[in-house]
């Protein structure tokens, strides 16, 4: 009988290396691996993943490059929308499972698959990720996942590897480490404890440089444009190099913690030195060329967009609604941002724009007024003030 296919959202690590031999050793199905890169892998780590599949025994490994369209669906608009999940987080991983999720099923049915299978533990957001995904895009394919289903322990996929005839460095690891384009979570340890946090030695990246340092960044109708005067039509280049020197710093390091999908709270480390520069100059440029009422909305819409992407929700139809409200708010948020550099701490000097509201004739705020008289603004604070007279006057009346 000619076996089943089934395609395996695969990463290289123990769960999913455990997974592919399972899936082809104990279930019988002919295995295909995919990886889905959204900006998190090297060309080193690509073809070491691709000879760690077929020595697991795939029939077929790709690796599929979605870097650009989840800058394109999902980055930009995060941009937009200044996403940081409760005040703090720049949903790193958390948005690129959603495309990961999106491309392997994708796949699934470009090659017939009559499975979908993935790594993900009974005990995060992912298996909801990928679960949701892939029964709305595919509801016809089945999905398999052996690592939640069978409850299994570390050592016991380390243990069966090896008595399968695959031997890998799987040792244990202090610290679980997701890197992305759009930053890099730290789990374990620490981040398990209410009291802790992650010690200097956790983070991937280390602090390089002790002086300071200035960096400009470019906006043109909300994108990046260009990195200390040097022009990028390449949105995904111009991320990675304001990564590159804001690392150096050690940057962008926080603790965030939140309510999971699945009910209970949850803690994770990360370090987004790119992501965060970015996100904050983006919003200092809008402080200066939306209107009041444009930034207030915009905080809401963006706060929504952020937690349904989180939650698993961006198939959702409301998002690409709020895409357009976000996508039409940038057209006057274009300017130049600096920021000056230092060890652990940023801050963001100022923004450069034709399209400044401080920059009128109107006036200048605590200096002087130009487009209203002394008498004006009396008879502005009395009509202001009408509706608290009224409450007190009542409560007056009423209190005696």
């Known amino acids: 009988m000619k076996k089943e296919k089934v395609v395996l959202a695969y990463s290289g690590g123990l769960d999913t290396s455990f997974c592919a031999m399972y899936l082809s050793q104990e279930l019988g199905y002919e295995v295909y691996t995919a990886l889905a890169d959204t900006g998190g892998f090297s060309k080193e780590d690509l073809k070491r993943v691709e000879e760690r599949a077929y020595k697991l025994g795939a029939v077929r490994h790709v690796n599929l490059d979605i870097t650009h369209e989840y800058y394109e669906k999902s980055i930009k608009y995060m941009v937009f929308g200044n996403v940081l999940r409760n005040g703090t987080y720049p949903i790193s991983v958390s948005s690129e499972r959603i495309f990961q999720a999106i491309a392997i099923i ?16 009974g005990a995060g957001n992912d298996q909801v990720r990928f679960d949701l995904t892939f029964d709305v895009l595919a509801p016809e394919i089945g999905i398999i996942t052996p690592t939640r289903d069978l409850t299994l322990t570390r050592e016991y996929e380390i243990n069966y590897l090896k008595e399968h005839g695959f031997e890998a460095d799987f040792t244990k690891m202090e610290y679980s480490i997701n890197k992305g384009l759009w930053g890099t979570s730290i789990g374990g340890k620490e981040t398990l404890k209410s009291n802790q946090t992650l010690p200097e030695e956790a983070y991937p990246s280390q602090l390089q440089e002790k002086g300071e340092e200035t960096l400009t960044i470019s906006f043109t109708e909300g ?12 949105k995904i280049k111009a991320i990675q190099e304001i990564e590159k020197i804001a690392s150096r710093y050690a940057i962008g390091r926080d603790m965030h913690i939140g309510d999971t999908i699945i009910g209970i709270k949850g803690r994770v480390g990360f370090e987004a030195a790119g992501p965060l520069v970015i996100i904050n100059a983006h919003k200092m440029l809008e402080k200066h060329t939306l209107t009041k009422w444009q930034q207030y909305w915009k905080d809401q819409v963006g706060n929504w967009y952020g937690m349904f992407l989180h939650e698993a929700q961006y198939l959702e139809p409301v998002m690409r609604d709020i895409e357009a409200f976000l996508q039409s708010s940038q057209r006057n948020v274009t300017g130049t941002v600096t920021v000056r550099l230092r060890p652990y701490h940023y801050t963001l000097v100022g923004v450069d724009s034709d399209f400044d509201l401080m920059k009128t004739d109107f006036g200048e705020y605590g200096e002087i007024n130009k487009a209203w008289t002394p008498q004006d603004a009396k008879g502005f604070t009395k009509i202001t003030a009408i509706p608290a007279k009224i409450y007190f006057a009542v409560q007056k009346k009423n209190n005696k």
Do not use: F, L, R
Not at 223 to 234: C, F, P, T
């Open 106 to 121: 994708n796949y699934a049915k470009e090659i017939g698959a009559d499975y979908v299978a993935h790594g993900s533990t």
């Open 223 to 234: 994108e990046i444009s260009a990195v200390n005067g040097k022009n990028y039509g390449d």
